[in-house]
């Protein structure tokens, strides 16, 4: 298609394109507000060793004890993609996930290894209130999970979770309303040329 006639059809239709452009920009807003508030929360976990080695599976000199470590962060980071872990967690923070699957929570909570003793956990909440409460279920549940595979296998970690990290996500106002004004802008566009070439079959 000519550049002349583009800019043409444009022209024709430049009602239809800024009258979308608007409708999506006021719907985007409208949607902002009245969705509810979430935030993000953040926090880090430090494992580490205690107590003595009574196995043959981990010798607990430097060496051996940094493998140990290791390997056990890998496991730790599994474990929050356990449902009955993470329904536990949220049940001692007063959290009903009656309404969740098993997949979708399994997906709630998410942990990243960001290094051989490290995990960077984050998860949404409606409040800060619920996101501390989840945070010491999360650290409470993981406590206990140790404590038993200690006993059962006499491997002993302790975990050491920081400061949470609350943060409520927003959205730029005028970036909010300028993406949506150029989304119903371009349906408007294709709508144009959609409607052009109808025109151009019937005739």
Excluded: H
């Excluded at 959290?95 to 998410?110: A, C, G, N, Q, W």
């Excluded at 409470?140 to 990290?165: H, M, N, R, S, Y």
């Amino acid at each position: 298609m000519e550049l002349v006639k583009f800019l043409k059809i444009l022209k024709e239709n430049l009602a239809l394109i800024i009258i979308l452009g608007v409708i999506s920009c006021v719907s985007a807003l409208v949607f902002y507000k009245i969705k509810p508030v979430t935030y993000s929360v953040f926090f880090d976990i430090n494992i580490s060793q205690k107590g003595e080695d009574q196995t043959d599976d981990y010798q607990y000199d430097n060496y051996y004890s940094g493998q140990a470590i290791d390997i056990f962060t890998d496991s730790l980071e599994k474990w929050f993609g356990n449902p009955r872990i993470i329904t536990e967690s949220y049940q001692k923070a007063g959290v009903d996930l009656d309404s969740f699957s098993m997949r979708k929570r399994s997906k709630l909570v998410k942990a990243r290894k960001t290094g051989p003793q490290y995990l960077e956990v984050n998860f949404k909440a409606v409040d800060r209130s619920q996101g501390e409460k989840i945070v010491n279920g999360l650290v409470a549940v993981l406590e206990k999970e140790i404590a038993a595979l200690g006993e059962e296998k006499q491997v002993w970690f302790k975990i050491d979770a920081g400061t949470p990290l609350i943060v409520e996500e927003k959205w730029s106002i005028p970036l909010l309303a300028t993406i949506a004004f150029l989304t119903g802008g371009i349906v408007g566009i294709f709508l144009s040329l959609f409607k052009n070439y109808l025109a151009f079959f019937r005739n």
